[in-house]
């Protein structure tokens, strides 16, 4: 898995409530991303980083917030869960390597909002 | 914008016989994809990618993917099916925006191998 782990791997919570994921990394990789996996939808990008401090929205971003305080990781929050985020989330990582750069993935967490 | 599509959500196939898995895929300049599977409770894995060069991309566990770039297409293959290669199965293109690269994922094609 590239070095990349995720907790908590499984989570089940209460609509209303903040829910925070951690993604980690330990080979110092510049760019990560949090995708969303849902049936029928593939991957969808939440959000992204390109470095500590520095980070994006992707297609869909709205009712998530991520931080990176440190290279070797990358926060993905929920702000106040909902039903439709009920869904497995990936980190992914990879380095800048011009036209060889391939993106890898965490092993994911699963998150159920009751 | 860049994009890819997975026509299939299921192929079925008995062990031993030839696979594929279908892609096509749309970008404005040169086309950079890549093939992922995944296995159940799992994160992707990746198998192989285009870049630039031969046609035929061989990748890991026995795959390999061939670029048309007239069909547009991405087409995953396999000359021997195994029952572990069942799986999901993702295509991907990358596109470059403002000097940073993002990844575009197909649905999933759900592969069975049946022995």
Sequence with gaps: DAGITQSPR????????????????????????????????????????????????????????VSR??????????ESATSSQTSVYFCAISEERGSQETQYFGPGTRLLVL | AQSVA??????????????????????????????????????????????????LVKGSYGFEAEFNKSQTSFHLKKPSALVSDSALYFCAVRDREYNFNKFYFGSGTKLNVKP
């Design chain 2, 6 to 55: 997975q026509p299939e959500d299921q192929v079925n196939v008995a062990e031993g016989n030839p696979l594929t898995v279908k892609c096509t895929y749309s970008v404005s300049g040169n086309p950079y994809l890549f093939w992922y599977v995944q296995y159940p409770n799992r994160g992707l894995q990746f198998l192989l990618k285009y870049i630039t060069g031969d046609n």
């Design chain 1, 10 to 65: 499984h989570k089940v919570t209460e609509t209303g409530t903040p829910v925070t994921l951690r993604c980690h990394q330990t080979e110092n990789h510049r760019y990560m991303y949090w995708y969303r996996q849902d049936p029928g939808h593939g991957l969808r990008l939440i959000h992204y980083s390109y470095g500590v401090k520095d980070t994006d929205k992707g297609e869909v971003s709205d009712g998530y917030s």
């Design chain 1, 69 to 78: 305080s440190k290279t070797e990781d990358f926060l993905l929050t929920l």
